[in-house]
């Protein structure tokens, strides 16, 4: 990362703001979430080839296999966690980082876990630089992080074949669970609920396209 692709101008500022207003026009609503894509640099996380890129509606591969998700997937998982100012939320897929400064600035206490050791090790000295207060961590997402739990909010950010047990348990009661879930190509995105008794309840909200998430219990 030079220090050229960290200057955001004006022209970056407008691109910003023609792409937030596709996506509120594709039906996002949540303003917090909106106006947080607005301000974050989306080209800060691209390598500089991809630099003209940046403020398209799409995905790019980011290496070691992973990508940026597209800004409107970004604002549709955030939006479904209905999270308020001060949640604590814990991130299952850090890759570029992206995801978590959305989250941090809406104000949410993130953690997040990756488990590509490169990525990880690139992602980590970058947010330190880029200075949003979220806590990264390497290892293997399907097991979240026990020792940090409960969690308000969990999201996952790789398709998972299966819901990780793991993860159920560290969520508060009352907390929401979002995860683009399925074997195939294609995914349904879960809007898992948890009860005050334990039990959950399961919401779709559509169809969506994911790299794998890794794990002993995912496609390693």
């Known amino acids: 990362m030079t220090q050229l692709e960290m200057i955001d101008t004006y022209r ?17 609503r949540d303003e917090s ?6 301000k974050i640099p989306r080209h800060y996380f691209m390598d500089s080839s991809f630099l003209e890129f ?14 940026i998700s597209q800004p409107f997937t970004v604002a549709f998982q955030t939006e479904l966690l209905q999270m308020k100012k001060g949640m604590k939320v814990l991130e299952i897929g850090t890759g570029s980082g992206y995801q978590a400064s959305v989250l941090a600035e809406m104000g949410a206490r993130v953690y997040s876990i990756e488990r590509q050791r490169k990525l990880y090790q690139k992602t980590k000295e970058f947010m330190t630089r880029l200075g949003y207060p979220v806590k990264l961590f390497l290892g293997d997402g399907y097991l979240g992080l026990p020792s940090f739990a409960p969690f308000d909010r969990i999201i996952i950010t790789a398709a998972a074949p299966e819901i990780p047990q793991p993860l159920v348990d560290q969520l508060k009661p009352g907390g929401i669970l979002v995860v683009p879930h399925g074997k195939d190509d294609i995914q349904h995105m879960l809007r898992i609920i948890k009860n005050a008794d334990g039990t959950t309840k399961e919401e779709s909200h559509g169809a969506f396209r ?11």
């Open 12 to 28: 970056h500022k407008g691109l910003r703001k023609q792409l937030v207003e596709g996506i509120r026009q594709k039906g996002i």
């Open 33 to 38: 979430v909106l106006a947080a894509l607005e």
């Open 210 to 220: 994911f790299v794998p998430l890794l794990g002993d219990l995912g496609n390693d």
């Open 54 to 67: 940046a403020y398209q509606d799409k995905p790019f591969p980011i290496g070691s296999g992973q990508t």
